[in-house]
């Protein structure tokens, strides 16, 4: 026995049976001793239990010993698997099943792994820890399909990361029918920040930039501005046009610029990934 598997008596029942199933899912496997189909079941069983390490609890009854619980459960044959949730039985199979039929069933109860990442970087949030969050808030939302739910809450931390132009290609994607109220704050902290970011330094350097659009140098002080209100994206591009008109420009200022910026968004970053990219497809 460990922490993921435990037998089953009359003394441990309610605990076992009714109370940890209000945490999580706990699959009850009867079985007994002359029975050759649990002798085979038993160990597929047990490796998935400690295969998902804790997701669920393998509860084992000897139906022998067990007569009267086994009875209260409406046991008839054996084996017989049954998963309960919340107290009361929600699935199950009498007799012998493979492994990948087994897995199938626990599928339906278990948590989904994007669902797991997303507890994970909510605790994280929760300790301020936004950098060790967002890359796990990344992987629920792709895993996910790009769920709603899973898009608010990667916005949410993006926007307060100040990436907004990232925030709003999320949030870009999410379909009128999902545009709830929580969308509508996103939305307008979106909007705020938006406001916010352009100071009347980086005004005067759009105006000159969209006046000529050649002037590397507005570009790059420009871009520079972007760049100290995490607007990186934003700097990228700007960086990106003035190295596709001279790779050496300001003596190589702006390729080192470029460079350190996409080293500032982190290793495995998807817009340091894209970035990298469209320089070496620049360079090569």
Request: charged letters at 25%; aromatic letters at 6%; glycine letters at 4%.
């Amino acid at each position: 026995m460990n922490e993921y598997i435990v037998d089953v008596t009359a003394e441990n029942a309610q605990q076992v049976l009714i109370d940890e199933s209000m945490k999580r899912p706990v699959v009850v496997d009867f079985w007994a001793d002359w029975c050759e189909p649990c002798k085979q079941l038993m160990p597929v069983l047990e490796k998935l239990a400690n295969e998902y390490a804790g997701q669920f609890l393998l509860a084992k009854v000897n139906a022998d010993s067990e007569q009267m619980l086994a009875g209260q459960l409406g046991v008839r044959s054996l084996p017989t698997v049954m998963v309960l949730k919340e107290g009361q039985p929600v699935d199950g199979f009498a007799g012998l099943q493979s492994e990948q039929q087994v897995r199938e069933m626990l599928d339906k109860y278990l948590p989904k792994p994007w669902e797991q990442k997303l507890e994970q970087a909510q605790a994280l949030v929760a300790e301020d820890k936004l950098d060790e969050a967002l890359p796990l808030l990344r992987e629920a939302y792709t895993e996910s399909g790009e769920k709603p739910a899973f898009a608010k809450q990667l916005a949410a931390v993006l926007l307060e990361m100040n990436r907004v132009q990232e925030a709003e290609t999320v949030l870009g994607k999410i379909l009128l029918a999902d545009q709830d109220s929580d969308y509508q704050q996103l939305m307008a902290q979106l909007e705020l920040k938006q406001q916010a970011a352009d100071s009347p330094e980086i005004q005067a350097l759009q105006q000159a930039l969209a006046q000529n659009p050649d002037d590397n140098k507005a570009a790059m002080e420009l871009a520079v501005q972007y760049s100290q209100n995490h607007r990186q994206q934003e700097a990228l591009d700007l960086l990106l046009n003035i190295l596709r008109s001279d790779l050496g420009y300001a003596d190589g200022a702006a390729r080192q610029a470029y460079l350190d910026m996409v080293k500032s968004l982190g290793a495995g970053d998807p817009l340091a990934t894209q970035y990298q990219r469209k320089l070496m497809t620049l360079l090569y």
